[in-house]
Structures are given as structure tokens and as C-alpha cells.
């Protein structure tokens, strides 16, 4: 058969028109392909959810190609190790820790990711979030990533899911935007403002990682950096037991609400 360039083009274009249309509406919306939200998507679609990923770069893994100052090793601690284990990465012990190679672990974590039955979608903004009755989270406003890079005026689109996930890690970019837009009690009802995190102190910002990672407004939720950006809790530096062990308690909390929500 010849090669035919608009075959090329169709495939392309009908192939992601169909996965597209058919997330409209899902349960789980993950934001930033990190190592916290790559592992909630994961535990997520395990449960049987819904779960699409959106990555505002051209390339999953955040944080996690660069291991540490750019030496490409990813540590984890006792923890932490069965979640890369699972993922099949090659995690070896060290001075009582875990260590395995950052190209591995992105990898080897998107790839399961995947074939657990998330969809991840790069070049992707979030750039605000859908709001309803009760002023719950509902969904996600997205764009080309370019566009917004490019600075062009050009309106987003939009889509429900029953769970919006913060993991943009640093950037903590959805907490924000809702901070911003929706201020009021509503917005981290313990603190009732995203503090921002402090300086690093490894030990305490691992410990509260996990106990961050929580509903701050109805429909959304933190894991990753954005949860200790959320409370004010320390950065940790190159480790990365708590971002996995994060992510997975964001997919058990989310798969929590989308069974509630579907009950009522
Ligand atoms: C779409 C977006 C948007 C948006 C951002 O930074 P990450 O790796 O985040 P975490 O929390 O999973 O992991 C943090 C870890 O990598 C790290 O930085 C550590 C451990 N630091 C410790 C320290 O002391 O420095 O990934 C977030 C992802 C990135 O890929 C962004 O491009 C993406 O989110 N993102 N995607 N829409 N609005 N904002």
C-alpha cells in the first residue's frame, strides 16, 4: 500500500479526537506528571477509575529526571520502595535507603501508569478549574500549552471529572488559581490560604507530605509539593519516597469521593 499523507493526518487526528471525546467527563483529573501525580494516576486507574493526566510540558516525569542536582538517581526510603517496585524498577539498597536511576523510574512509572488504563495527555494546560452548586471543584478549563507559552489570546475548553488532583508540585498552580478566584473559608479550611513552602528540612517535609495530602475544597484535592506548598511545610530535597506515598493516598482519597459521589 502507498504511503498516503492523509491517511497520516486522518489516523492522527480521528485516533486522539476519539480518546478525547470520550474523557469528557471523567472521575479522576489529575494535574502535573510528576512523580506524585504519575502515582496517583496509577493507584487511581488500579481501582477501576477514570483517571486522565494532564501535563502542561511535552514530557511526564517533573521532578523526577533530574534525580538530585542533576545526578540522575532517585532515593527513596524503606517506606516508600514497594511503590517503584511495583512499577518494576530496579531499586537497590543503600546506607539504608533506596536508590534506583531517574530514566528508569519515570519510565517505568508512566509506562505503568498507562497500562493500568490512565490517560495521559501532554502539552496540556490546566488554567482554571470548573465550579458548581455548593462551590465544588467539577472540572478542569484546559489549553494548549503552547498557547499559553505563546502569551495568545485564545478561550479554553472544558471538562468535568468527579476529582481534580492538584500535583503540580512547586508550582501549586490550581490551589492558587481557586485561592485567588474563589477566596473565602471555603479554600483550606485549616489555614485558609496557600502559605507556600519553607525551606528544606527533609525529615519533617516527608513526615507531613503524607498528612497533607487531603480534600482542601470540595472536589479538589493536593498531593506531591502542592500539598506541603498548601500547609506550609518544609521542601525535603532530593527524596522521593514521599511524593510516591503521597500520590497513592490522593487515588485512595479520590476513589472515596467518586464512590460517594455515585452513591448519592
Ligand atoms: C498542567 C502542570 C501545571 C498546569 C504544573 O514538580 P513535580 O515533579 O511535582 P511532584 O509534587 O509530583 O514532585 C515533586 C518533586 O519532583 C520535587 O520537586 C521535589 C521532591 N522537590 C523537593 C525540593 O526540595 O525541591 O511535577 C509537577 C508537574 C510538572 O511536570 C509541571 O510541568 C506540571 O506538573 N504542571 N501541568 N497544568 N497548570 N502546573
Not at 533506596?98 to 501532554?122: L, P, Q, T
Not at 503524607?210 to 500547609?231: D, F, P, Q, S
Request: hydrophobic share 40%.
Amino acid at each position: 500500500m502507498p504511503l498516503s499523507e492523509i491517511d497520516i493526518t486522518r489516523g492522527i487526528i480521528e485516533d486522539f479526537t476519539e480518546e478525547f471525546t470520550g474523557s469528557l467527563q471523567m472521575d479522576v483529573a489529575v494535574i502535573g506528571g510528576g512523580p506524585s501525580g504519575i502515582t496517583c494516576a496509577y493507584y487511581a486507574a488500579r481501582k477501576g477509575l477514570k483517571v486522565v493526566v494532564f501535563e502542561k510540558k511535552l514530557h511526564v516525569g517533573g521532578g523526577m529526571w533530574g534525580g538530585g542536582m542533576l545526578f540522575p538517581r532517585i532515593m527513596v526510603q524503606e517506606e516508600a520502595v514497594d511503590i517503584p517496585r511495583e512499577y518494576g524498577v530496579n531499586m537497590r539498597p543503600r546506607g539504608g535507603y533506596y536508590i534506583g536511576s531517574s530514566v528508569e523510574f519515570v519510565a517505568k512509572s508512566v509506562a505503568s501508569a498507562v497500562d493500568a488504563g490512565s490517560r495521559i495527555w501532554i502539552g496540556m494546560t490546566v488554567e482554571d478549574v470548573v465550579i458548581r452548586e455548593e462551590d465544588r471543584v467539577a472540572g478542569v478549563v484546559i489549553n494548549w500549552g503552547a498557547v499559553e507559552a505563546a502569551g495568545l489570546h485564545v478561550d479554553p475548553l472544558a471538562l468535568e471529572a468527579k476529582v481534580v488532583i492538584d500535583a503540580t508540585g512547586h508550582e501549586t498552580s490550581i490551589a492558587r488559581t481557586l485561592q485567588r478566584k474563589q477566596p473565602g473559608p471555603q479554600i483550606n479550611t485549616e489555614t485558609g490560604e496557600v502559605i507556600g513552602e519553607k525551606s528544606m528540612w527533609a525529615e519533617m517535609g516527608e513526615r507531613e507530605i503524607v498528612e497533607n495530602t487531603k480534600e482542601i475544597h470540595k472536589g479538589l484535592l493536593v498531593c506531591g509539593m502542592a500539598a506541603n506548598a498548601v500547609y506550609g511545610s518544609p521542601r525535603m530535597g532530593a527524596i522521593f519516597g514521599g511524593m510516591l506515598l503521597s500520590g497513592r493516598k490522593a487515588a485512595e482519597l479520590a476513589a472515596g469521593i467518586v464512590k460517594e459521589s455515585q452513591g448519592n
